[in-house]
């Protein structure tokens, strides 16, 4: 089995800065990609920020030129550097893997952390 533990959520002030980090592990091959959603209150979830194993990057409108997204591919580990945050970014943070290749299986899977609450308020 596959599981991806998440660090690094929390409250926070506007304009305010968080790191969030995420760890896959088990009998892992390969990873497509890792990345981040959001869910806020009353909301559907929404894309955050997505890496490939190949270095291409994705972001949502919302956070454009505020966040950042790196990987450490060989750690399975996928970060995500939040800058200028506002209160509409509060939210539960949710980390992705996609298309993940593990041992002795030819099938691909996507898997999902337990998700990390940030709070942006003063």
């Known amino acids: 089995q596959v599981q991806l533990v998440e660090s690094g959520g929390g409250l926070v002030q506007p304009g305010g800065s968080l790191r969030l980090s995420c760890a896959a592990s088990g009998s892992i091959i390969s990873i497509n990609a890792m990345g981040w959603y959001r869910r806020a209150p009353g909301k559907e979830r929404e894309l955050v920020a997505t890496?490939?194993?190949?270095?291409?990057?994705n972001f949502g409108d919302s956070v454009k030129g505020r966040f950042t997204i790196s990987s450490d591919n060989a750690k399975n580990t996928v970060y995500l550097q939040m800058n200028s945050l506002k209160p509409e970014d509060t939210a539960v943070y949710y980390c992705?893997?996609?298309?993940?290749?593990?041992?002795?299986?030819?099938?691909?899977?996507?898997?999902w952390g337990q998700g990390t609450q940030v709070t942006v308020s003063s």
């Open positions: 992705n893997a996609h298309r993940v290749r593990r041992v002795g299986d030819y099938n691909e899977y996507d898997y």
């Open positions: 890496i490939t194993s190949g270095g291409e990057i």
